[in-house]
């Protein structure tokens, strides 16, 4: 197996194994399983004695297995084993479009935006539907004290809520590239004031916006939306890029999860263009 051990193994940061999609192994039985490291088959799918391997290959225990990779659930697969093999080893891993597409071939398509938002050190991910393009935005690391401030909140802890970001104050700075086929543009995002209410600035190139967050130990923060206007979204569709920013004008923000609700995922800054 070409892998080095490794040492930061994170599991809130690791993306789903390419060895899980693109490695068949069959053992002299005709067992299959998708990883050389498997030596036991604790990960068998199928055997080609009783169907063609391309059947056993996307079968449905292939397809749980690959589903429990995108989805970080890697202490669910059988004795621990891709958990345990993921913190002891780097391992080749699926770029996001390549599991946003597997996830539509499989007709998965409502995974694809908890996907994007539990991959945080993913800097940009996609989803594209016949009405609209939503484009997903990660943070920068939190700092690791100030979650605690938000942690110590029984309230917080209880709605679901998760700190996921920090501008302290400094300044937060995404690039984004305005398709031709836009009609109209909006921008989300979960704010709130660590310890204080804090003064938000959101800019698009000349437009921009100020708010005034809650403090974070007084509740969950605000969700605020953002919709262009006509002329200001048609000045700006002229432009070859544009750049989003968030700052801290007073105070110390911090950027949050939005908790899940009827099953939706979670999501971080999104932003969306209407066709």
Same mark, same amino acid.
């Given at each position: 197996?070409?892998?080095?051990?490794?040492?930061?193994?994170?599991?809130?940061?690791?993306?789903?194994?390419?060895?899980?999609?693109?490695?068949?192994?069959?053992?002299?039985?005709?067992?299959?399983?998708?990883?050389?490291?498997?030596?036991?088959?604790?990960?068998?799918?199928?055997?080609?004695?009783?169907?063609?391997?391309?059947?056993?290959?996307?079968?449905?225990?292939?397809?749980?297995?690959?589903?429990?990779?995108?989805?970080?659930?890697?202490?669910?697969?059988?004795?621990?084993?891709?958990?345990?093999?993921?913190?002891?080893?780097?391992?080749?891993?699926?770029?996001?479009?390549?599991?946003?597409?597997?996830?539509?071939?499989?007709?998965?398509?409502?995974?694809?935006?908890?996907?994007?938002?539990q991959n945080f050190h993913a800097p940009l991910a996609?989803?594209?539907?016949?009405?609209?393009?939503?484009?997903?935005?990660?943070?920068?690391?939190?700092?690791?004290?100030?979650?605690?401030?938000?942690?110590?909140?029984?309230?917080?802890?209880?709605?679901?809520?998760?700190?996921?970001?920090?501008?302290?104050?400094?300044?937060?700075?995404?690039?984004?590239?305005?398709?031709?086929?836009?009609?109209?543009?909006?921008?989300?995002?979960?704010?709130?004031?660590?310890?204080?209410?804090? %003064?938000?600035? *959101?800019?698009? &190139?000349? =437009?921009?916006?100020?708010?005034?967050?809650? @403090? +974070? !130990?007084?509740?969950?923060?605000?969700?605020?939306?953002?919709?262009?206007?006509?002329?200001?979204?048609?000045?700006?569709?002229?432009?070859?890029?544009?750049?989003?920013?968030?700052?801290?004008?007073?105070? %110390?923000?911090? *950027?949050?999860? &939005?908790? =899940?609700?009827?099953?939706?995922?979670?999501? @971080? +800054? !999104?932003?969306?263009?209407?066709?």
């Open positions: 197996m070409a892998a080095e051990m490794n040492l930061d193994f994170d599991l809130d940061k690791i993306k789903p194994c390419k060895y899980v999609w693109c490695m068949p192994i069959v053992a002299y039985n005709g067992d299959v399983t998708v990883c050389c490291n498997d030596n036991f088959f604790e990960l068998k799918i199928g055997n080609i004695n009783e169907q063609p391997l391309e059947t056993v290959w996307t079968n449905e225990k292939a397809t749980h297995l690959r589903l429990q990779h995108v989805l970080g659930r890697l202490e669910d697969t059988p004795n621990k084993k891709c958990y345990f093999c993921r913190k002891h080893w780097k391992i080749p891993e699926m770029e996001d479009e390549w599991v946003i597409d597997y996830l539509k071939s499989i007709n998965r398509s409502e995974l694809i935006e908890q996907f994007i938002s996609r989803h594209e539907t016949k009405t609209e393009l939503v484009l997903f935005y990660n943070t920068r690391e939190p700092s690791l004290g100030a979650p605690s401030f938000f942690y110590g909140n029984e309230d917080n802890f209880n709605k679901g809520y998760k700190f996921i970001g920090l501008i302290a104050p400094g300044e937060l700075k995404y690039e984004l590239k305005i398709p031709e086929f836009a009609k109209s543009m909006s921008v989300t995002l979960h704010l709130a004031g660590i310890k204080d209410s804090a %003064t938000a600035k *959101i800019q698009l &190139e000349h =437009i921009s916006w100020e708010i005034k967050t809650n @403090p +974070i !130990k007084s509740g969950e923060g605000e969700r605020f939306e953002f919709r262009l206007s006509n002329d200001d979204f048609l000045k700006l569709k002229k432009m070859v890029a544009v750049t989003l920013s968030i700052s801290a004008v007073n105070g %110390t923000l911090a *950027i949050l999860e &939005e908790p =899940i609700e009827k099953n939706l995922p979670r999501t @971080p +800054i !999104k932003v969306v263009f209407t066709k």
